[in-house]
């Protein structure tokens, strides 16, 4: 090996040095940039090609040969993370629709429902026990007191139905958010394909992309298919959203069609380039779970109180079932929570209200039985009730919980990628000196072959 080869080998170790150190700059310099991979240089002995019979024997090598600069991640961990923040996402958005159901239907027991149904209780019972004397003001109270529970009913299926609609805006929102992020996973393939085609380097593309990625599956789930061209495919379900440089858009859509309702059976759903799917996790999965599942059950037990808080009312009310001779009746078809009203004829005269048998009784030659009955049918509707808000509070502290507890388990995930692929700045450090070193080494190494060859070309021929 010439003298030349020397130079040539101290020269690669100078630029692979270089290089080195430019990495670890970029390293140092991004380090608290969200979303950056750290950056190593890969480089291997050259190998220097020694065949037929003239070959050297106990030569070194041919230097070294950089053979790349790699980005730093862990598939694994990176998929890990992706899952366990979709996963903290969804429970933390069921969190927050289960505390808008307790807002609307929850009950303190000193006020709400609770409260309404102990007060139109006495008033009932004043009545059952009244005679003559203040008759006509104890009727009076219970149309008034059976108003407020009815206000109140409609009240919260009022509350129920614009958390509904509320959530289908966000819906909407969220799937705008998310063909936004599926777009701009299109333009990064692009760049990332043709920077990678022309042999240049896109691990800072690869970043972004990765955080849209994030984006995209805390959204709604979202799993990616890596190529060997460098793009990748995203599935939301069973539908692509992501094909190389093109992407499919999200639509929100309704059974009902427009302005949907709760109470009319309306549920919202999901398709991607036409075909029927949807988020298998993320924040888009809980808030279309929670119109289409949370809120319908939530409307149909606040539905199946109504019904029987009236019709137990009703049939104490009006035993031979007269027509025309109920306490409540609707405005639709049939007693549901949005319809109800008191009969026009007691709301207008509520000295008509109908409180006895018409036997005679030890106080003012009345027996109060229909009051009396109607009294009985409160235990079973207020422990109805209890039920129901009881089971509405467990439901919301059981949320939390959960939504807390993911929190946790997402942060750890997180932790563990950047345990792989963030910057540490102490290994950082160490690596520059290193290089620092390595520099210095191979400069000295090119000095000391010039000075060989100084002294060669002067001495020679003296």
Do not use: C
Not at 425 to 440: F, G, K, P, R
């Amino acid at each position: 090996m010439s003298t030349f080869s020397g130079i040539n080998q101290a020269a690669r170790a100078l630029g692979a040095a270089q290089r080195g150190m430019e990495v670890t700059g970029q390293n140092i310099a991004n380090a608290n940039t969200p979303g950056y991979s750290r950056q190593r240089v890969e480089q291997s002995a050259s190998v220097l090609p020694q065949t037929g019979q003239h070959v050297q024997k106990f030569v070194a090598g041919d230097g070294v040969t950089v053979n790349g600069i790699t980005r730093v991640a862990d598939a694994l961990a990176t998929a890990t993370a992706r899952q366990d923040a979709a996963a903290a996402e969804e429970l933390a958005t069921a969190a927050n629709v289960w505390a808008g159901v307790e807002a609307a239907l929850g009950d303190t027991g000193t006020s709400g429902m609770s409260k309404d149904l102990a007060n139109l209780t006495s008033a009932w019972n004043d009545l059952a026990k009244a005679g003559t004397d203040g008759l006509e003001g104890a009727r009076s109270l219970v149309v008034t007191r059976s108003q407020a529970v009815l206000d109140t009913i409609t009240t919260m299926d009022t509350s129920l139905q614009a958390q509904y609609e509320q959530l289908g805006l966000q819906a909407q929102t969220l799937a705008t958010q998310a063909n936004t992020a599926a777009e701009n996973v299109a333009k990064l393939n692009k760049s990332i394909r043709e920077t990678l085609a022309s042999g240049g380097s896109a691990n800072e593309l690869m970043d972004q992309r990765d955080q849209v990625l994030d984006q995209l599956a805390s959204i709604t789930g979202a799993r990616s298919v890596h190529r060997q061209d460098g793009t990748v495919d995203v599935l939301v379900g069973n539908a692509t959203l992501v094909t190389g440089e093109f992407s499919s858009g999200m639509v929100i859509g309704n059974t009902a069609g427009g302005n949907p309702q709760v109470r009319e059976g309306a549920e919202y759903t999901v398709s991607v380039g036409g075909q029927s799917t949807g988020p298998v996790a993320g924040s888009l999965k809980a808030t279309l779970d929670g119109a289409n599942d949370t809120l319908k059950k939530q409307w149909d037990n606040l539905n199946a109180f109504a019904t029987k808080f009236t019709d137990a009312v009703n049939t104490a009310y009006n035993p031979t079932n007269a027509v025309g001779g109920d306490f409540f009746t609707s405005n639709g078809a049939t007693l549901t929570a949005h319809d109800l009203k008191i009969a026009d004829g007691l709301t207008a005269y509520p000295a008509t209200l109908k409180d006895s048998s018409g036997l005679a009784g030890a106080a003012g030659g009345s027996d109060r039985k229909i009051a009396q009955a109607v009294v009985a049918t409160f235990d079973s509707t207020k422990a109805v009730w209890r039920t129901n808000a009881t089971t509405i509070a467990a439901s919301t502290q059981s949320a939390d919980n959960r939504a807390a507890l993911a929190s946790q388990v997402s942060l750890k995930s997180s932790n563990a990628r950047d345990a792989v692929a963030g910057v540490n700045l102490d290994e950082e450090m160490t690596n520059l000196v290193s290089y620092q070193h390595a520099y210095s080494a191979a400069a000295r190494v090119l000095n000391a072959i010039d000075e060989a060859l100084e002294t060669l070309i002067q001495r020679t021929g003296v």
